[in-house]
């Protein structure tokens, strides 16, 4: 096992993350001497530029023929930049997890009508794989994030045939775009979790309040303060989607913070104005899976780290195929690495059991 000065300079781990349309409130460093609204913006600054390190990661990857993704470097703005072997195969690893929740729940009952939620969405391209992947699949997606995300995204889908041709009408130099398959949504998360009655509660089109609906949220709601991340799946699972509508979470997030690996992930992170507030909030498997279960979950909530998941999740076959594509001497590290983040989704079957059985035989040590 690597000393702890020995661990990978952390700040390379960034390009994993995702940038969001929410972002905490907490107590964070601003500039010397700036106003509390000049700090807040400061860190959500922060947390948006974290989007292209992500977008810089999927092109790395798919480049390197981890991921299939023609879409991935159509978002990047930045040059591509290879990234560690290490880095590569967190980013795999994830991508896949992710992947295979969100297939199996589009594949159980595939002719009835389906709805994602994807939180602080940034350049993520899931949307335009799904469409190649399931064409009939009765989808609507959706997309919710800070404008200056939203804005990027929509000129990226104008400017490249491969992306705007999938869609209609795309407008020009909007925030928003609306459709009856794809929707993105410029909007502060935060806004919902102040929304107390009908006439605060920002609008959110074409979400279907009745329909089996996935929520995601990759390295998003982590950014927050754990009372508004309850307000913000609380608004959803009862103002948004009406019980008793089928309902699902998955996220990724890292967990384990107290250790060397933890305490220099966090330390590194604040240089730069970001702060994981869920981090430190639940910092084990185990409170993951209470904290979905609090939020509603009941049917079940399970987790498990990216270590257990690429053991257990990944085929021998697919795990050879990764391996040969570069050379990776860092196994200990790797293992650390993958420790320290996990993936984790709970569900409430409402009028439907689509869930429970779309998802009954995903590898888990917890039953939930």
Request: proline share 6%; net charge negative.
């Amino acid at each position: 096992m690597a000393s702890s000065n020995e661990i990978p300079n952390l700040k390379t781990l960034l390009g994993t993350r995702r940038g969001g349309g929410l972002r905490g409130r907490g107590r964070g460093r601003g500039a010397i001497g700036s106003s509390p609204e000049e700090s807040e913006q400061i860190r959500d600054d922060a947390v948006k530029g974290t989007d292209q390190d992500a977008a810089g990661s999927r092109v790395s990857c798919v480049e390197l023929g981890y991921l299939h993704d023609p879409y991935a470097k159509l978002f990047a703005t930045q040059p591509a930049t290879r990234r560690l072997p290490l880095l590569n195969r967190g980013t795999y690893v994830r991508t896949t997890a992710i992947d295979q929740l969100v297939s199996k729940f589009l594949l159980t009952y595939p002719t009835s009508a389906k709805q994602i939620i994807s939180l602080g969405a940034g350049t993520d391209t899931r949307f335009f794989r799904l469409l190649d992947l399931y064409p009939n699949t009765r989808l609507v997606y959706h997309e919710i994030d800070f404008p200056t995300n939203t804005v990027a995204k929509i000129a990226s889908i104008q400017k490249h045939p491969l992306l705007h041709r999938k869609l209609l009408d795309i407008p020009t130099n909007s925030t928003s775009y609306h459709s009856e398959t794809y929707n993105i949504h410029a909007l502060d998360l935060r806004s919902l979790a102040a929304a107390s009655d009908e006439t605060t509660r920002p609008d959110i089109p074409n979400l279907d309040p009745t329909v089996p609906t996935l929520i995601l949220s990759e390295m998003c709601l982590v950014y927050l303060q754990p009372s508004f991340v309850q307000a913000i799946v609380s608004s959803l699972l009862t103002h948004y989607l009406q019980p008793p509508t089928p309902a699902s979470i998955v996220l990724y997030e890292p967990i384990l913070p107290q250790d060397a690996f933890g305490r220099t992930m966090i330390s590194n992170l604040r240089s730069r104005n970001i702060h994981l507030h869920t981090l430190t909030a639940f910092p084990e498997l185990g409170d993951q899976r209470a904290r979905l279960k609090g939020y509603g979950f009941d049917e079940a909530s399970k987790a498990e780290d990216t270590s257990y998941i690429w053991r257990r999740w990944i085929s021998d076959e697919e795990k050879e195929r990764v391996g040969s594509l570069e050379f990776l001497d860092e196994l200990e590290e790797l293992e650390l690495l993958l420790r320290h983040y996990c993936i984790a989704w709970g569900w409430r079957n409402g009028t439907s059991d689509v869930f429970s059985k779309a998802w009954a035989h995903v590898d888990a040590q917890d039953a939930g």
